[in-house]
């Protein structure tokens, strides 16, 4: 792992601190969203932000909350990429172009249609992996393998591997 990222996960807990569930699931989508971009051949700088973004992608929660008393999966859209921008410039060492990029994987990271690129489609697919197993719903598995939401060959693997019967 980069040491950039193990300082922006560090950060994160930080920023997240009390609520375990919050800072395992990043960790878990980062996880997988490394997996999967390096399984399908992202170039080093492509990696780099998509890893940021995923480990970034649910910082909108807190601010959603604090706004609104709640959380939707828009409100996170709409509130993350302004907190993650402040952390980044927080931490320094980040450029215009990879602040811009994680801002808008972040701002669309529940947003399923006119996915904008590979590192997009790769955020979406680890951070649904992570959902479908914290909320042990086989029906939405099933609804999402029927409406294509999986399109790269190293998610597709994952999610048949974790959900189908051996």
Same mark, same amino acid.
């Given at each position: #792992? ?9 950060? #994160? ?19 997988? +969203? ?15 932000? /998509?890893? $940021? +973004?995923?480990? !970034? ?14 959380? $939707?999966?828009?409100?996170? @859209? ?9 952390? #980044? ?28 690129? /590979?590192?997009?489609?790769?955020? /979406?697919?680890?951070?649904? !992996?992570?959902? /479908? ?8 598995? @099933? +609804? ?7 399109? $790269? ?14």
């Amino acid at each position: #792992m980069l040491e950039r990222h193990a300082r922006l996960i560090e950060a #994160m807990a930080q920023y997240d601190r009390g609520n375990v569930a919050r800072v395992q699931h990043f960790v878990k989508v980062h996880g997988f +969203a490394a997996a999967i971009g390096t399984l399908e051949g992202l170039d080093g700088e492509a990696q780099f932000i /998509l890893e $940021t +973004a995923a480990i !970034l992608h649910d910082i909108g929660i807190r601010r959603s909350v604090e706004k609104y008393g709640s959380y $939707t999966w828009k409100s996170q @859209e709409a509130e993350g990429p302004d907190a993650a921008e402040a952390l #980044m410039r927080g931490l320094g060492g980040y450029t215009e172009e990879q602040v811009r990029r994680v801002r808008a994987l972040i701002a669309h990271h529940h947003t399923y249609d006119n996915v904008d690129g /590979l590192d997009h489609q790769i955020l /979406l697919e680890a951070d649904l !992996l992570v959902n /479908l197993f914290e909320s042990r719903n086989r029906e939405k598995y @099933e +609804a999402l393998v029927r409406r294509g939401l999986f399109r $790269t060959a190293a998610g597709l693997k994952f999610l048949h591997a974790m959900f189908e019967d051996a």
